[in-house]
């Protein structure tokens, strides 16, 4: 599974659309995990493959995850404040995959609780392959 990570500052503008499916295309991408959407909603006109997302407060932040289903099905998802977490099955392979795309805030305080939020939704998950990606900060 073919997986980009991209921290798009922002995804307003055709062009970003553009240069996304540009890289897609490139990379041949199952999945492409976006930070930085500075986006509140996203709908079916924007994005037309699979998709979930956690909305940026206000203008700040924001995570945009899609995917082939061919490729990734997904079983479960978790948004949390700074990541999105998604179980599914890697189709090809037919492995249980967990895929973490984290937008991680710049002060200490809380990163601190971005991780312990991902330290416990890990330690509830029995297996599968893991995955975590994304703008550590």
Not at 28 to 36: P, S, T, V
Not at 92 to 120: G, V
Request: charged share 20%; proline share 1%; aromatic share 8%.
């Amino acid at each position: 599974m073919n997986i980009v990570s991209y921290n798009v500052r922002g995804l307003g503008r055709g062009v970003k659309w553009a240069a996304i499916r540009k890289l897609r295309k490139m990379e041949q991408a199952d999945m492409i995990c976006l930070q930085e959407t500075k986006k509140e909603t996203i709908d079916k006109a924007m994005c037309q493959a699979t998709w979930t997302m956690q909305p940026a407060n206000n203008t700040a932040g924001g995570i945009l995850c899609m995917w082939t289903e061919n490729s990734f099905k997904l079983h479960r998802k978790v948004i949390g404040n700074g990541f999105v977490f998604l179980m599914g099955e890697w189709v090809k392979e037919a492995q249980q995959i967990n895929i973490i795309s984290i937008y991680s805030p710049c002060d200490i305080h809380n990163k601190r609780i971005l991780w312990e939020s991902i330290k416990q939704l890990k330690g509830a998950m029995v297996g599968g392959l893991w995955c975590l990606l994304g703008d550590f900060n």
